[in-house]
């Protein structure tokens, strides 16, 4: 099984300032159609998961232009430029290349 | 507008049985993978099965030989069949359209406890 790995769990932000969390696979999400099947999503407390960011870097509807994704192969970030109230939640990447695994979990808040 | 409606969830004995539903609308089930996702209380979220649109089916290895997916194509329903509960099953059940695609979308989740 592909293994997630995130860092930092926790992240303590200013409102207004970045921020950035990382993810990591045991291999390599490329898949054999080519394409690399991470995504992130978010959950805020008391909801269901949210999808951000599909094929790394691929806003999905309606999320903000302040989140975005980047990386390849086994090294993800997922960055929000400017961090408001609304983002606090904790963020997950998620990778479908090979059936489907999480990352632990990156819980951000507001310092 | 597109809706999946979980259901089934409740408090179990272990070593009973449960099966989840999720109803769908605004889509349809059979066209699309459908995955069913847990979370544990204060914990992470958990792959636990899929059913792609051909009828194949994977499960997570905490729950092979116990759960078993499937769907009703004339009631648009994904089901879950939850056999032989263990205490670390005790989860929200959510289940999810194509998760990490353009076709994304999740229930509200359903609550499953496993305790005597």
């Known amino acids: 099984d592909i293994v997630m790995t995130q860092t930092p769990l926790s992240s303590p932000v200013t409102l207004g300032q970045p921020a950035s969390i990382s993810c990591r696979s045991s291999?390599?999400?490329?898949?054999?159609?080519?394409?690399?099947?991470l995504s992130w999503l978010q959950q805020r407390p008391g909801q269901p998961p949210r999808l951000l960011i599909y094929?790394?870097?691929n806003r999905f509807s309606g999320v903000p232009d302040r989140f975005s994704g980047s990386g390849a192969g086994t090294d993800f970030t997922l960055k929000i430029s400017r961090v408001e109230a609304e983002d606090v939640g904790v963020y997950y990447c998620?990778?479908?290349?090979?059936?489907?695994?999480f990352g632990q979990g990156t819980r951000l808040e507001i310092k | 507008e597109v809706q999946l409606v979980e259901s089934g969830g409740g408090l179990i004995q272990p070593g009973g049985s449960l099966r989840l539903s999720c109803a769908a609308s605004?889509?349809?089930?059979?066209?699309?993978?459908m995955s069913w996702v847990r979370q544990a209380p204060g914990k992470g979220l958990e792959w636990v099965s899929v059913i792609y649109s051909g009828g194949s089916t994977y499960y997570a290895d905490s729950v092979k030989g116990r759960f078993t997916i499937s769907r009703d194509n004339s009631k648009n329903t994904l089901y879950l069949q939850m056999n032989s509960l263990r205490a670390e099953d005790t989860a929200v059940y959510y289940c999810a359209r194509s998760p990490g695609t353009t076709r994304d979308y999740w229930g509200q989740g359903t609550l499953v406890t496993v305790s005597s």
């Open positions: 094929k790394i870097s």
């Open positions: 998620m990778q479908a290349t090979q059936r489907i695994t």
């Open positions: 605004g889509f349809t089930v059979s066209s699309n993978y």
């Open positions: 291999q390599s999400l490329v898949h054999s159609d080519g394409n690399t099947y």
